[in-house]
């Protein structure tokens, strides 16, 4: 369960941090807000996770990189549907 946590909470961490930055470059003010308040969540998770978790180091870091990895991803083409769809809504 430990594991499932760590890539969930470093997937989240990783695509809200891409999300924001998306957002903020097209100076969407509201939703950089709420976005960052989901980064804080899920930053909390993840220490939280780590700081009573049990996992090994070996297992602790490919469970983090490959939640980072594919969070950033994930926050790419989310983004790529968001503007599509929303472009000329400055919220």
Do not use: P
Request: hydrophobic content about 50%; glycine content about 8%.
């Amino acid at each position: 369960m430990e594991a499932q946590i760590v890539f969930l909470a470093a997937f989240c961490q990783v695509f809200f941090l891409g999300l924001s930055s998306k957002l903020m470059r097209d100076d969407k003010v509201w939703s950089v807000f709420v976005v960052s308040w989901c980064i804080t969540l899920s930053q909390y998770t993840f220490i939280k996770a780590v700081s009573h978790g049990g996992l090994s180091e070996s297992t602790f870091l490919f469970v983090a990189g490959l939640g980072g990895s594919l969070g950033i991803s994930f926050s790419h083409f989310f983004y790529i549907w968001y503007d599509r769809r929303y472009h000329n809504e400055h919220l």
